[in-house]
């Protein structure tokens, strides 16, 4: 494994000569074994449960994979099996290897190009809600460990062809095991693949390089340049004479579950408030996405589902819209922002101050974080600072919660408003009792019903100046340790329905009501209609009154029940 010796240096030579340090290929062999059967602890644990490993087969065929793993592994560290790049190579295997080890063993996720996105797109207080003991422990044993052997092992000093020879020859060889074991080994690994297709997004570090390297790809596929302009010919539709401006409440929800809501038949009493107003809940709605970063674009856009997964440019939004054909918009964010959507409308943070207002209380806002009531506190302020005009035509404000992110459940409601108890208290979920996690995250939905209440509480005081309404819908829905799973953000084909369906709450104010422009009494016999994210584009533009060729009335999920 080590070159052969060189001259002797005199007084500059280190203290290990070119005979006794490491060949960086022995490094690279032995990071890929360590990886493929150590950091890939979430994988194994997960093959080893299916009923088909169970045999001395299966067995086999788990060891094979493992060996694939190493291969492809010394395969990749070959090419880098240089001097200077293969500790910097290793480290970095190690290291992504670690974390995704912790995150999918922790918390049931797997590493694709959905979950990379919302790793790049965090904030720095959602990675302090993550961080724990026991990851730093994961990790260090992962990684920490071998680092450390890693950055003590001396390396030898090498000659270019010789060294460049063994690289070739090692990369030709982990390439022929790989391609033997692919063909011994086919009928179970497309057999596991095709049956468990998550499986291979738990292949550790592979996942994440794949995911880094799919999202560079789509970055560079993306032409550049502004989004393309929708609602060119965008109109206010006429309105019955004495009839008021609309103004319309999207209240974006966050990691609510549908079956977690009483309005939808949830034995507890999550909803106390909310069912004692005239509030409308959709019982049958499902998510466009399974994380906030592909729903919230989304929900905002005309395209709908399967043509945004399609889309070849970006496009403006519903928002852009609203705009465009002369209302009012506002966006007011309390969690990690709007994704862009908000970028060409007029937009603030929950904690941001408004000038001439009374400052957010502590009680409200820590500093860092705020409860979501803060969304409401300077409301009247922030809607006064938008245009005159605009606002006489109408009014779509967009209040992004907090909702009920995890894993820090027990966060998202203030002490005096935490009706379950006992609460979970730790980020490490499945160390919680499960009774205290479901109690801290239905604490959660509790302070979400009472701050609705109060947006309908602030949108009855409007009603002499407009018609107002309210919509809430959550993003995506939550894991909560069914099938060992917890928290959200499963590729969708594979999700569980926990992370899709989600609920979606309607509400009219007394004179949208009054004027017929909505039957509410038709709405509440289409509680069951099978609805998505796709209808919130086309269902907001039907309550707005505007008109636009975007706008599909089959998709406004209203148009059944509005006044011809
Ligand atoms: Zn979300």
Same mark, same amino acid.
């Given at each position: 494994?080590?070159?052969?010796?060189?001259? /002797?240096?005199?007084?500059?030579?280190?203290?290990?000569?070119?005979?006794?340090?490491?060949?960086?290929?022995?490094?690279?062999?032995?990071?890929?074994?360590? *990886?493929?059967?150590?950091?890939?602890?979430?994988?194994?644990?997960?093959?080893?449960?299916?009923?088909?490993?169970?045999?001395?087969?299966?067995?086999?065929?788990?060891?094979?994979?493992?060996?694939? *793993?190493?291969?492809?592994?010394?395969?990749?560290?070959?090419?880098?099996?240089?001097?200077?790049?293969?500790?910097?190579?290793?480290?970095?295997?190690?290291?992504?290897?670690?974390?995704?080890?912790?995150?999918?063993?922790?918390?049931?996720?797997?590493?694709?190009?959905?979950?990379?996105?919302?790793?790049?797109?965090?904030?720095?207080?959602?990675?302090?809600?993550?961080?724990?003991?026991?990851?730093?422990?994961?990790?260090?044993?992962?990684?920490?460990?071998?680092?450390? #052997?890693?950055?003590?092992?001396?390396?030898?000093? +090498?000659?270019?062809?010789?060294?460049?020879?063994?690289?070739?020859?090692?990369? *030709?060889?982990?390439?022929?095991?790989?391609?033997?074991?692919?063909?011994?080994?086919?009928?179970?690994?497309?057999?596991?693949?095709?049956?468990?297709?998550?499986?291979?997004?738990?292949?550790?570090?592979?996942?994440?390089?794949?995911?880094?390297?799919?999202? =560079?790809?789509?970055?560079?596929?993306?032409?550049?340049?502004?989004?393309?302009?929708?609602?060119?010919?965008?109109? *206010?539709?006429?309105?019955?004479?004495?009839? %008021?401006?609309?103004?319309?409440?999207?209240?974006?929800?966050?990691?609510? $579950?549908?079956?977690?809501?009483?309005?939808?038949?949830?034995?507890?009493?999550?909803?106390?408030?909310?069912?004692?107003?005239?509030?409308?809940?959709?019982?049958?709605?499902?998510?466009?996405?399974?994380?906030?970063?592909?729903?919230?674009?989304?929900?905002?856009?005309?395209?709908?589902?399967?043509?945004?997964?399609?889309?070849?440019?970006?496009?403006?939004?519903?928002?852009?819209?609203?705009?465009?054909?002369?209302?009012?918009?506002?966006?007011?964010?309390? /969690?990690?922002?709007?994704?862009?959507?908000?970028?060409?409308?007029?937009?603030?943070?929950?904690?941001?101050?408004? =000038?001439?207002?009374?400052?957010?209380?502590?009680?409200?806002?820590?500093?860092?974080?705020?409860?979501?009531?803060?969304?409401?506190?300077?409301?009247?302020? $922030?809607?006064?600072?938008?245009?005159?005009?605009?606002?006489?035509?109408?009014?779509?404000?967009?209040?992004?919660?907090?909702?009920?992110?995890?894993?820090?459940?027990?966060?998202?409601?203030?002490?005096?408003?935490?009706?379950?108890?006992?609460?979970?208290?730790?980020?490490?979920?499945?160390?919680?009792? !499960?009774?205290?996690?479901?109690?801290?995250?239905?604490?959660?939905?509790?302070?979400?019903?009472?701050?609705?209440?109060?947006?309908?509480?602030?949108?009855?005081?409007?009603?002499?100046?407009?018609?107002?309404? #309210?919509?809430?819908?959550?993003?995506?829905?939550?894991?909560?340790?069914?099938?060992?799973?917890?928290?959200?953000? +499963?590729?969708?084909?594979?999700?569980?329905?926990? /992370?899709?369906?989600?609920?979606?709450?309607?509400?009219?104010?007394?004179?949208?009501?009054?004027?017929?422009?909505?039957?509410?009494?038709?709405?509440?016999?289409?509680?069951?209609?099978?609805?998505?994210?796709?209808?919130?584009? !086309?269902?907001?533009?039907?309550?707005?009154?505007?008109?636009?060729?975007?706008?599909? $009335?089959?998709?406004?999920?209203?148009?059944?029940? %509005?006044?011809?």
């Amino acid at each position: 494994m080590n070159s052969p010796g060189h001259p /002797q240096r005199g007084r500059h030579t280190p203290r290990f000569d070119a005979t006794d340090g490491w060949n960086p290929l022995t490094l690279g062999v032995l990071a890929g074994v360590w *990886i493929a059967a150590l950091s890939n602890w979430p994988l194994w644990r997960a093959l080893l449960a299916l009923p088909e490993t169970a045999s001395l087969r299966g067995a086999l065929f788990v060891l094979g994979f493992g060996v694939m *793993i190493a291969a492809l592994l010394t395969a990749l560290l070959a090419l880098f099996a240089w001097r200077f790049t293969i500790k910097p190579m290793i480290a970095f295997l190690l290291l992504a290897a670690a974390f995704g080890a912790h995150f999918m063993g922790s918390y049931g996720v797997v590493i694709d190009t959905t979950m990379m996105t919302n790793v790049l797109q965090t904030d720095p207080r959602e990675v302090r809600d993550l961080m724990s003991w026991r990851m730093l422990a994961g990790v260090g044993a992962l990684a920490g460990v071998p680092l450390l #052997l890693l950055w003590r092992a001396p390396l030898a000093r +090498l000659r270019f062809w010789p060294q460049a020879g063994r690289n070739l020859i090692t990369l *030709i060889g982990a390439l022929l095991v790989l391609a033997l074991l692919v063909f011994a080994l086919f009928a179970d690994l497309s057999a596991t693949m095709r049956n468990h297709r998550s499986m291979r997004y738990l292949i550790n570090p592979l996942n994440s390089l794949y995911a880094l390297g799919d999202l =560079a790809a789509q970055s560079n596929a993306k032409p550049a340049g502004p989004p393309l302009p929708i609602g060119l010919d965008a109109r *206010i539709a006429p309105r019955a004479a004495g009839a %008021r401006p609309p103004m319309m409440m999207v209240v974006v929800g966050e990691t609510a $579950r549908a079956d977690h809501f009483a309005l939808n038949g949830y034995a507890r009493a999550t909803n106390p408030e909310l069912r004692a107003l005239d509030v409308l809940s959709f019982s049958r709605v499902m998510s466009c996405g399974t994380s906030t970063a592909t729903s919230l674009p989304c929900m905002f856009s005309h395209l709908g589902k399967a043509d945004y997964e399609a889309r070849g440019r970006d496009h403006e939004n519903l928002l852009d819209l609203v705009q465009r054909a002369g209302m009012a918009v506002l966006w007011i964010d309390n /969690q990690a922002g709007c994704k862009g959507l908000c970028a060409r409308v007029p937009n603030a943070f929950a904690r941001d101050a408004v =000038a001439g207002a009374p400052a957010l209380p502590a009680s409200l806002c820590d500093g860092e974080e705020c409860l979501d009531a803060a969304l409401l506190h300077d409301l009247d302020a $922030r809607i006064a600072a938008l245009p005159a005009a605009a606002r006489e035509r109408g009014v779509l404000l967009v209040l992004h919660q907090m909702g009920s992110h995890g894993p820090a459940y027990a966060k998202r409601s203030p002490p005096e408003r935490k009706p379950f108890g006992p609460e979970c208290t730790t980020n490490v979920l499945q160390q919680c009792d !499960h009774q205290a996690l479901i109690n801290a995250y239905d604490n959660s939905i509790a302070y979400t019903d009472h701050v609705l209440a109060q947006t309908i509480h602030w949108l009855k005081q409007q009603q002499s100046g407009f018609d107002t309404s #309210l919509l809430y819908v959550s993003d995506h829905g939550e894991s909560l340790g069914e099938n060992n799973l917890y928290l959200h953000g +499963l590729p969708y084909a594979v999700a569980p329905v926990e /992370q899709k369906h989600v609920p979606m709450l309607l509400w009219f104010g007394a004179r949208a009501a009054d004027d017929g422009q909505v039957r509410v009494d038709c709405l509440r016999a289409q509680r069951d209609v099978a609805l998505t994210h796709d209808n919130l584009f !086309h269902s907001a533009l039907g309550v707005l009154g505007i008109t636009a060729s975007e706008y599909k $009335r089959p998709l406004d999920a209203l148009a059944p029940c %509005r006044a011809p």
